[in-house]
T-cell receptor, first 113, second 112 residues
């Protein structure tokens, strides 16, 4: 079962624009992670934000976390054609018996050159 | 440093046939995961190993799926017999503890 839901499911923007993807989840978490997946490839880890953090930056990526609303957002600034991929949020739950990531269904980002 | 290695990359079989996937995790990573990813969906956990012990296999369909991780390094995931609905990408990942996971390229299985 999928824990998170990404919004939007698909996003098409022009190169240079910013892209914002949102993720909502259902249960309490230890941390939330964002991954990128290029077509036909495995997933690549982008950023991890812990439950006691509210915002984190990495290069052109900015992630926010609102645990009261059980939601997170991923902002990619100054997008490039190479950013075209699917983006997944994944949560690491508080259930110590199930120590694994639960992924959302992803946002498919298309950056037009 | 070599990443997570999986083989084969692609496999096409007829239904009711057996199939096996192999994974070599990143050296030193004691945690290994097998995920299933259907088209247009996020990965779903099948089984997690801590060293050679399967500590979470609650989502593994045990009537036809089996896995092993001998000596706590390489792992094999097997399906016997395969069904049409098993067509998907099977991803292997490894990690150190609760931090980021490193994924292999996956094995795309097609069951005819």
């Amino acid at each position: 079962s999928q824990q998170g839901e990404e919004d939007p499911q698909a996003l098409s923007i022009q190169e240079g624009e910013n892209a914002t993807m949102n993720c909502s989840y259902k249960t309490s978490i230890n941390n939330l992670q964002w991954y990128r997946q290029n077509s036909g490839r495995g997933l690549v880890h982008l950023i991890l934000i812990r439950s006691n953090e509210r915002e984190k930056h990495s290069g052109r990526l900015r992630v926010t976390l609102d645990t009261s609303k059980k939601s997170s957002s991923l902002l990619i600034t100054a997008s490039r054609a190479a950013d075209t991929a699917s983006y997944f949020c994944a949560t690491w739950g508080m259930d110590t018996g199930r120590r694994a990531l639960t992924f959302g269904s992803g946002t498919r980002l298309q950056v037009q050159p | 440093e070599a990443g997570v290695v999986q083989s084969p990359r692609y496999k096409i079989i007829e239904k009711k046939q057996p199939v096996a996937f192999w994974c070599n995790p990143i050296s030193g990573h004691n945690t290994l995961y097998w995920y299933l990813q259907n088209l247009g969906q996020g990965p779903e956990l099948l089984i997690r190993y801590e060293n050679e012990e399967a500590v979470d296999d609650s989502q593994l369909p045990k009537d036809r799926f089996s896995a092993e991780r001998l000596k706590g390094v390489d792992s094999t995931l097997k399906i016997q017999p395969a069904e049409l609905g098993d067509s998907a990408v099977y991803l292997c990942a490894s990690s150190q503890g609760d931090n980021e996971q490193f994924f292999g390229p996956g094995t795309r299985l097609t069951v005819l």
